[in-house]
């Protein structure tokens, strides 16, 4: 309840959200949550995700916020269905710190939607909409383009490389080969399609609730002739019963299918295109051959298939079991817990073909086909897959009570996690045709085969708790704490404890108020905490050998191994100190707001060092 609140809390609601009708759900938290920062730098299907920070950037390394969803930390927040979000809540001070080792750059909470009480009732939606370019640049005409260059040429001492001839002919365009090109407008559309479809049903009684949806995204390419596409498909269910007074369990499964194509040079379109001269074609006039320009090569092969393709696929699934048992014995306690399984795969491709132009034999005028000048020699492929997945569980022992106007309440909890990463990787060359895109139809000779794997595991333990009091809804007191333990960092500076405390007192609910009438609701805040970052890469404290460089002894080649680093046995997690003081306000009931002033300070930041200054340098001869 925001009335309960003593930390510097912001939040948003689904609805709110589903305003802004965007495939990611991250970019439609811009400008809804006071010192929450959305960045977004690429518009591109399916790899718009935006940088998120919680006021600012507080450190040199990970910056990111903690997500967690449905009680869970999870990734994939950006590829949810803004239609199964029930709220946002944004944690940006001491409130954070029960999240402990992990918090220290703000907390995102996400609950998803569960079932109504009542008949069944089925939503569908469809939403179309198209994107547009925010600014279109202002091309250079290919006369003013040939002008310039030969004043570059004359101030250099060169001869111009455009005659006055050709100068005119670009200027009044009369000559078909003497184009005025701009590529930006010939290749990019004036509006992008996107689609949204959403189906769900929900209803239940006193005894269960359900809710299931399906929801489907499309996003299309930028480009014209392009490939570029993004499918995501996104399923939930969600169930919650009521076995008796004093037992009930609830089950949510989610599932999200992304699928992606883009063109193998989809990274370095924009350079390409911005830097093609308005005196090059796109394709040669009255014909479909595709014209030479920048490296010999052709916009149209680099945003198609010609030059070749990268499909993806990843599929997750997140599982959550949830329970809650009521103590009858005592009142106000209860025992709740969760066990969560949570799977991800991924399966990329990276097909590289050499791509072709037409080239214009001045002589003649005939057209030949010939290779760009960048681009592969021969077909290649290269494919990899990723598997994850996690298990974690929780129980948590809660209380609360009130005795005439004092509430009290706390909460016990112990989580365990673990976590597992495999990768596989292999390549081949040399195919013999373009037809076949699987890995058998490579070539046999090991010189153009490689492949490559990886696994990892990780661990976390950690105990929480908080306790809450208040007198009256008038004043108000909260602690919370949480010991964490990560792998991160060597055994004895693995665990540390986080605390937090926070107070309130609404100053409205004071009899003396009552005689300030424009003041509906006021209440000062304060908290202090101490959280901690451990985003950095894990077993620093150890030293770490890999294989490479490999030696030949006695004619047999064998592998090298090499020291990857210097251990440092001292690495530990990053320390915020933050305090904040605010003013919630509520005046002649129509006029609400927020007020914060904070400070944070870090501690123990990891960097790298750029430069080692000797103090004193001896020389022995």
């Known amino acids: 309840k925001a009335k ?163 100068l005119e002919l670009y200027k009044n365009g009369t000559d078909p080969y003497y184009p005025n090109t701009n590529f930006y407008k010939i290749m990019t559309k004036k509006l992008t399609p996107q689609n949204r479809f959403d189906f769900s049903v929900d209803g239940g009684n006193d005894k269960a609730l359900y809710r299931v949806s399906f929801g489907r995204t499309f996003q299309d390419g930028h480009y014209k002739y392009g490939i570029t596409e993004h499918e995501q498909y996104n399923l939930q269910s969600k169930i919650d019963v009521n076995i008796s007074e004093n037992f009930s369990f609830g089950l949510n499964l989610r599932g999200c299918l992304v699928d992606d194509m883009r063109p193998y040079n989809y990274d370095d379109i924009y350079p390409h295109l911005f830097l093609s001269h308005p005196t090059w074609f796109l394709k040669w006039p009255g014909t479909d051959y595709l014209a030479p320009g920048r490296d010999n090569d052709n916009l149209i092969n680099r945003v198609s298939a010609n030059e070749g393709v990268r499909p993806s696929k990843n599929k997750t699934l997140n599982s959550t079991l949830t329970y809650k048992i009521n103590i009858p014995q005592i009142k106000g306690l209860n025992v709740s817990g969760s066990f969560n399984y949570d799977y991800g795969n991924s399966f990329n491709k990276v097909w590289y073909e050499p791509s072709y132009v037409y080239f214009r034999n001045e002589e003649t005028g005939e057209y030949y086909k010939g290779r760009t000048g960048t681009g592969a020699d021969e077909p290649s492929l290269s494919v990899d897959t990723r598997i994850s997945d996690m298990i974690l569980w929780n129980v948590i022992l809660n209380y609360e009570r009130k005795v005439n106007q004092h509430n009290f309440g706390g909460l016990l909890g112990y989580e365990q996690m673990t976590s597992n990463y495999n990768y596989l990787q292999g390549s081949r060359g040399k195919f013999v045709s373009n037809k076949i895109q699987e890995l058998f139809a490579g070539t046999s000779d090991k010189n153009y085969i490689a492949n490559d794997g990886a696994s990892g595991k990780s661990a976390r333990v950690n105990y929480f708790g908080r306790l809450n009091y208040n007198y009256a809804q008038k004043y108000l007191l909260q602690f919370t704490f949480r010991y964490d333990g990560s792998q991160n960092f060597p055994k004895n500076k693995r665990f540390g404890f986080f605390p937090g405390v926070s107070a309130g007192w609404s100053i409205s609910e004071e009899k003396f108020m009552n005689k300030i009438k424009f003041i509906s609701y006021l209440k000062l805040k304060a908290s202090y905490g101490k959280m901690g970052n451990d985003n950095v890469p894990a077993y620093q404290y150890l030293t770490a050998y890999g294989f490479g460089n490999n030696y030949v002894i006695n004619g047999v080649e064998v592998n090298g191994l090499n020291a990857l680093n210097v251990p440092n046995p001292n690495i530990t997690w990053e320390t915020a100190k933050t305090f904040n003081f605010g003013i919630d306000f509520n005046l002649w009931d129509s006029l609400s707001g927020e007020i914060n002033v904070f400070n944070t300070e870090r501690s123990d930041i990891l960097c790298r060092r750029s430069a080692i200054i000797r103090s004193e340098e001896r020389r022995v001869g």
């Open 4 to 166: 309960e609140l003593t930390g510097s809390v912001a939040s948003v609601s689904g609805d709110q959200i589903l305003k802004a009708p965007v495939p990611n759900v991250l970019n439609s938290l811009a400008g809804t949550m006071p010192g929450v920062i959305i960045n977004t730098r690429t518009g591109e299907p399916g790899m718009d995700n935006p940088s998120l920070f919680i006021r600012g950037k507080s450190t040199l390394g990970n910056n990111s916020p903690l997500i967690v969803i449905d009680g869970v930390p999870r990734e994939g927040l950006e590829r949810l269905n803004p239609n199964d979000i029930a709220n946002i809540t944004v944690l940006k001070d001491a409130t954070a710190a029960i999240y402990g080792a992990r918090s220290a750059n703000g907390v995102i909470l996400v609950e998803t939607k569960k079932g109504k009480s009542g008949k069944p009732t089925f939503s569908l939606s469809y939403n179309q909409g198209f994107q547009q370019d925010t600014r279109v640049p202002n091309m250079c005409d290919s006369y003013t383009f040939a002008l310039i260059q030969n004043e570059i040429e004359v101030l250099h001492g060169r001869s111009p490389i455009y005659s006055d001839e050709e």
